[in-house]
């Protein structure tokens, strides 16, 4: 039986897109893939020790981002990098595996015939929405992601297209296999009993993902005041996720009116409590100036809730016709758009039928097999 090295560290700290992508691959390629064997990175000894320690020094080291390369947390970094790096080289080879499966952007070194997963090209297309230290991480590795990888899996044409204009990688070294939803429709018991549980009221409308320039946070935040106060009242607007760079602004547009009122920061949320969370909303509201895939609102789609989104990058491939659509910089039509789904049930309705079937045509079987083609095409 042939042996897939998969890269799955990416499970040991707090997931974000890429985590829940290998997560969900993990779970459903056995399924699909029954005469392969999928070895996780992370059964190979010292590599999950050496990640683990870049991650805590993350975590505790965000405010580098100023400090340049004489940082010693910067420094440190640096170091551990280059221990993993070592230890890979040397790992992979004993690990028996005939291929290596990189699932985010920038792969660890391997001499391992090497498939990485591409969610998007953001931080090279638009560095401006990027910390410097990750900016400078793409600058120094992402070219030797682009040598190494034998294929390219890109999540939607989008990034596929974005790899191919931007960095003239040749059509025939990408796949397009999509993303999909992970979230199940959960009880009216459950869901009622995590919204008691948040403190959250009968209608709201969310927001999820990190709060970070990327997303357009303020710029929602800024559409929201300008619903009618009765509005306000009767649909606050909780955002779900993560402190991101630069969320100083958002920070303090929540602690001064209308926002201190009417607005709710839950933080990161176990995927239990964002389901419910996601199918309690009278809409998600997801206005993002650039998407690789955009996860969140065909999750919310999957679960009959109505979305109002954007078509930057690759939204509109993903949501087709079943969301209200507004540009990011127009934040006068977004908050006609909020409005219109708050004052019409026909149209939450329509838009929930709409969801459901436009999600329903992504699967993340359908995802684990198409990778799973990827791998015997590159064994043989």
């Known amino acids: 039986m042939s042996a897939v090295l998969f890269n799955d560290l990416s499970l040991f700290r707090q997931k974000s897109g890429v985590g829940h992508y290998a997560a969900q691959l993990l779970k459903h390629l056995p399924g699909e893939a029954s005469d392969i064997e999928i070895v996780r990175l992370s059964a190979l000894g ?24 004489s940082s010693p947390v910067l420094s440190l970094k640096v170091y551990l990098q280059s221990a993993l790096d070592r230890y890979l080289g040397s790992a992979t080879r004993r690990s028996g595996c005939a291929l290596f499966h990189e699932p985010d952007a920038i792969a660890l070194p391997s001499r391992l015939p090497t498939i990485v997963t591409v969610h998007d090209l953001s931080v090279l297309l638009h560095p401006q929405w990027h910390p410097a230290i990750r900016v400078k991480k793409y600058e120094r590795y992402f070219m030797r992601s682009l040598k190494q990888a034998k294929c390219f899996v890109a999540v939607s044409q989008a990034t596929a297209n974005d790899l191919m204009e931007h960095l003239k990688v040749k059509p025939d070294r990408i796949v397009v296999i999509p993303e999909a939803p992970r979230f199940t429709e959960t009880s009216e ?20 993902g990190n709060l970070e320039p990327r997303k357009n946070v303020a710029g929602l935040m800024r559409a929201y005041s300008r619903l009618p106060a009765s509005l306000r009242a009767q649909y606050p607007l909780v955002l779900v996720g993560g402190w991101g760079w630069r969320s100083s602004v958002v920070k303090e547009m929540l602690g001064r009116p209308p926002w201190d009122q009417s607005v709710r920061h839950l933080g990161y949320l176990p995927d239990e409590s964002l389901s419910a969370v996601m199918q309690g909303a009278t809409a998600l509201v997801y206005p993002s100036f650039y998407e690789g895939f955009g996860l969140p609102p065909l999750e919310a789609m999957g679960l009959g809730t109505p979305v109002i989104a954007t078509h930057a990058g690759s939204l509109a491939e993903v ?14 039509g977004m908050t006609s758009k909020m409005r219109e789904i708050a ?12 969801g459901l079937a436009q999600a329903a045509k992504f699967s993340w079987q359908r995802t684990a097999r198409e990778t799973a083609a990827v791998y015997r095409r590159l064994l043989c």
């Open 46 to 69: 010292g590599v999950r020790w050496v990640a683990g320690a870049m991650s805590q020094v993350t975590r505790s080291g965000s405010l580098t981002e100023r400090g340049g390369s």
């Open 189 to 208: 018991q459950a869901l009622q009993s995590v919204k008691l549980a948040l403190g959250l009221p009968e209608n709201y409308f969310l927001f999820v």
């Open 319 to 332: 949501l087709g016709d079943a969301a209200l659509v507004v540009e990011p910089e127009d934040e006068t």
């Open 343 to 354: 004052e019409s049930t026909a149209l939450q309705e329509k838009l929930r039928l709409a």
